[in-house]
């Protein structure tokens, strides 16, 4: 990776990452993570300019690379703790679940759009990321290797979804996006008992929509 990340990419980061600070991001594990991961392979190469600018940018299959402050923002609101097991909810790029990675989670990720798992399963080993990768309905999570410490999901749903809910620990938290297709807000979701959530709400954001079900080339 170090051929393809120059001082310049680093300088732009840190720049990225004094912005992030403006915007009230404290967590400096997230922050010293985002000052880590570099953004720019992540991109497709008309946008490699862009990469440090604080904006969302296409990455095919109708999705985006999320904007570096709404990552900052899920990522402070999940409270990683080193080596927590975290079930990722839509992986895309792959660039938050290297950013939790970087932060010393163990990232579980999972994936609808066959055509962003397939890239993305050989993309980040190659760049020194390796997280638990699955094609698969992201509404239905991963059972089977439930209970999960954190969950996040990096698409708008329309309420949180049951078995996801289903999947975290006593004492876990979720980060969701909760709202129509144009805008949702942030939820955190914590489970206090077997039977017992309590939610908090996070501000407003926009993401594209989670869908349900899995999508073949």
Known sequence: MEQNDTLLHR??????????????????????AIGRVPRHLFMESGFLNFAYKDQAFPIGAGQTISQPYTVAVQSQLLEIEKNDKVLEVGTGSGYQAAVLLEMGARVFTIERQ????????????????????????????LPSFAPFDKIIVTAGAPAVPADLKNQLRVGGRMVIPVGDNNKQEMNVVVRVSEDEFKTEKHGRFMFVPLLKGTVNF
């Open 114 to 141: 066959k055509e962003l798992y397939v890239k993305v399963q050989k993309f980040l080993p190659s760049i020194g990321y390796s997280p638990a990768c699955f094609f698969g309905d992201g509404y239905k999570g």
């Open 11 to 32: 300088g732009l980061r840190k720049r990225l990452v004094d912005g992030l600070k403006i915007k009230g991001i404290r967590d400096e594990r997230v922050l010293e």
